[in-house]
């Protein structure tokens, strides 16, 4: 999947690459045209979670908040 990513991407110029758990930050693909700042937040990887689905969906929904709320601070302070 990462390969097809890539590919369907290459030609788009981003200036951020982020990435937000450390699995992604060991093996993803480091190096895109136009990058013009590398940023890695550390958030708990929800797939390594152990419970029940619901548990699990919990787990999912509070690391995705977080990543929200991670986005829109990083938005307002390159907007300002």
């Not at 200036?15 to 930050?25: K, M, N, S």
């Not at 993803?28 to 890695?40: A, D, K, S, V, Y």
């Not at 152990?50 to 999912?60: A, D, I, P, Y």
């Amino acid at each position: 999947m990462r390969d097809r990513l890539y590919y369907s991407h290459h030609k788009e110029h981003f200036h951020y690459l982020i990435t937000v758990c450390d699995r992604a930050e060991r093996n993803c693909p480091t190096i895109w045209p136009g990058i013009n700042q590398r940023l890695h937040w550390s958030f708990e990887d929800p797939d390594a979670f152990v419970g029940s689905e619901e548990e699990r969906l919990n787990k999912f929904r509070e690391v995705r908040e977080l990543i929200e709320v991670k986005v829109k601070e990083f938005i307002n302070s390159i907007s300002s």
